[in-house]
């Protein structure tokens, strides 16, 4: 698989991609948001780590772009949601422990495509290799169809302080009309970020789908590596 290794902001990939992906062209829109976008943003934040049964381990970092924003304290994961997406949620997944905290996810779809967060403190020895591995198997197991995608892929050169990068792509669906997938991972101390995205299996939906998905998790990743864990 080729790579082209690319160190792009989110709205230079968003507006480079207008003229590629229509698709995109409503997101890389830039509208100044109203006071009524903005409580909106904030409201769906707050509504959503109400949700999570732990509000807690959660802040609502939502600013002036009119995204809902969610920070995870332990992780540092920092959860975008456009106001209002159907699917945007956000859970623990570790929240009958005794310590719940450990292991978090979203649904943040941006967008044409559908992504998917996760944060996850693992123990010692468990790399991004192996996470974009375990991630290469459930999409398998989910789709017995699943085969390596062979195409370019655009990635997006991590921030600083990121220890480790991997990726799993693949093309899931019938030959003539494919889906493409797949998980980014990273290492940032003792956590490992994933970011899962499905979209389009035609090749310009993929390159642009790849490179919006890739700064989006570069923003994601440049937050945990400055933020101030508890």
Known sequence: MRSILNSLAVLAALTV?????PAWAQTAAVVEPTAEDLSRATAEADALIAGTGAPELFVNISGDDG??????????????????????????????????????????DIGPAFMTYYAT???????????ARDAAAAIQNRWPDARPYQGTMARVAPPAGVDEVEYA????GP???????????????????????????DE??????????????????????GAEKP
Not at 97 to 108: I, L
Not at 121 to 131: E, L, T
Not at 169 to 172: K, N, P, T, V
Request: aromatic share 8%.
């Open 169 to 172: 792509a693949l093309l899931i």
């Open 121 to 131: 403190r693992y123990g010692p020895g468990y790399s991004a290799a192996d996470s």
């Open 67 to 108: 995204m809902a924003k969610v920070r995870h304290r332990a992780s540092g994961l920092v959860c975008p949601f456009l106001p209002g997406a159907e699917n945007n949620t956000l859970r623990l997944f570790d929240l009958g422990d005794d310590s719940p905290g450990d292991d978090v996810g979203c649904n943040a």
């Open 175 to 201: 030959p003539d009309a494919p889906r493409y997938t797949h998980a980014l991972t990273a290492k940032v101390g003792e956590w490992i970020f994933k970011q899962r995205m499905t979209g389009d299996g």
């Open 17 to 21: 991609l207008q003229a590629a992906e």
């Open 204 to 225: 310009k939906s993929i390159m642009a789908n790849q490179i919006v998905a890739g700064a989006f998790f570069n923003d994601v990743l440049r937050a945990a590596v």
